[in-house]
């Protein structure tokens, strides 16, 4: 059984900067298509970024140029780096993999301004 564990959330001031992580269990990242998402009240849950099992990475428009996402095989453990967080960075963020459309429980970002 998979199974994603992420942490790293809290509260910070705009501009400010979090390391979200997310340890899996059960399966290979090496071998896995890995994302992070993010819902905020109210609105759906929306992709952030992926990174596959050969290191590629993409990362959407609005979080271009500040977010970082990257992985640790040997600790089967993917990051999102946060750097310059706005206030609308603020929503639950939440681990998946999408081989067997696992999702971890969500790790909580609020920013402050």
């Known amino acids: 059984q998979v199974q994603l564990m992420e942490s790293g959330g809290g509260l910070v001031q705009a ?3 979090l390391r979200l992580s997310c340890a899996a ?33 993409k990362h959407m ?25 706005k206030p ?4 639950v963020y939440y681990c998946h993999m999408y081989e067997v459309t696992s999702w971890g429980q969500g790790t909580q970002v609020t920013v402050s301004s």
Not at 36 to 49: H, I, S, T
Not at 88 to 91: F, Q
């Open 61 to 85: 428009d609005p979080v271009k140029g500040r977010f970082t996402i990257s992985k640790n095989n040997a600790q089967n453990t993917v990051y999102l780096q946060m750097n310059s967080l």
């Open 25 to 57: 269990s059960g399966r290979g990242i090496n071998i896995s298509t890995m994302g992070w998402y993010r819902q905020a009240p109210g609105k759906q849950r929306e992709l952030v970024a992926i990174i596959t099992s050969s290191g590629s990475t």
């Open 88 to 91: 609308e960075d603020t929503a």
């Open 15 to 17: 501009g400010g900067s």
